[in-house]
């Protein structure tokens, strides 16, 4: 939802991205988002759209737990760029239980056509349900 998404300014625009059918349990609101990956490799992401400045390094991070406090969650957070020089940064996720925890993935954009940074957070564990909330770009 627009409320859990936060932009860094007011020129950037933020959208969660389409999910894939299989996922499901996509609950959105003022809490955040609620989802359940089936099999791994899925992924829910959110797209960050403006002019990206080159040299200058962006920090997109999310809060993330599991529903259930006895499971456990693991899997990649990426943030990729495109509409220039595509370019990725991956960071591993792992452990993550019924604690909010803030999991979080740094690059530098290496070209001034890039107009859009989209922020992924792949599963390795399937079927287990994650909140997610206050996704950022800074």
Same mark, same amino acid.
């Given at each position: 939802s627009a409320t859990a998404l936060v932009p860094s300014d007011a020129a950037t625009t933020v959208a969660q991205e389409p999910v894939d059918p299989a996922? /499901? +349990?996509?609950? /959105? +609101? /003022?809490g955040g988002v609620a989802v359940t990956m089936p099999t791994s490799g899925d992924s829910v992401a959110y797209s960050f759209t403006r002019r990206f400045v080159a040299g200058e390094t962006y920090t997109a991070s999310m809060w993330i737990r599991t529903a259930d406090a006895a499971a456990t969650f693991t899997g990649t957070l990426t943030l990729a760029a495109s509409g220039g020089t595509a370019q990725t940064a991956s960071s591993a996720v792992t452990g993550v239980s019924g604690a909010w925890t803030r999991i979080s993935t740094t690059f530098t954009i290496a070209n001034t056509t890039n107009t859009k940074l989209k922020l992924s957070l792949v599963s390795a564990s399937p079927g287990v349900e994650v909140l997610l909330d206050g996704v950022v770009l800074q």
């Open positions: 996922v /499901t +349990g996509l609950i /959105t +609101g /003022t």
